[in-house]
């Protein structure tokens, strides 16, 4: 049983949903490795940045679906904390802990303020690489960016 995983990721989401493999322009940038099998720990903690470049990491919707929602615990910026809703326990046993525990939404505002918000990609329909589960389910394809 893995207790703890701590991993990084290119952007969240709005519903915890993680991207691992492309960046917010589309572009990818390496294969997905061994990443999925950290979901199935007990906790998944992803420390990420706010943003990089100036480009906000939380998101409305990932480029690239890598990780559903539900599989991940609590993220971690150097702004703020975010507990996922579905666990609970997590947000009771740090209630009154003096973290600075605030929503995805609220980091999401938080980073746009200061960086703005980026225009999301533009596709083509020729896939390049398809993203599975580790049980072989296609959850999500990378596209060609439109040149």
């Not at 666990?87 to 003096?98: F, H, P, Y």
């Not at 995805?104 to 980073?111: G, R, T, Y």
Request: charged share 25%.
């Amino acid at each position: 049983m893995m207790y703890i995983m701590i991993i990084g990721a290119t952007e969240v989401d709005l519903n915890f949903n993680v991207n691992g493999v492309t960046h917010s322009d589309g572009h990818l940038l390496h294969g997905i490795g061994g990443w999925q099998n950290c979901l199935h720990a007990r906790n998944v903690i992803l420390p990420i940045p706010l943003f990089r470049d100036r480009i906000p990491v939380i998101v409305d919707n990932v480029t690239t679906l890598c990780g559903p929602g539900e599989l991940i615990d609590v993220i971690i910026t150097e702004r703020g904390i975010a507990i996922n809703p579905l666990r609970q326990d997590l947000i009771d046993s740090v209630k009154d802990s003096g973290l600075p525990i605030k929503t995805l939404k609220e980091l999401k505002d938080e980073a746009e303020k200061i960086c703005g918000k980026p225009q999301k990609p533009q596709f083509e329909d020729d896939i390049v690489a398809v993203i599975k589960c580790v049980d072989g389910t296609v959850i999500d394809v990378v596209r060609k960016i439109k040149a």
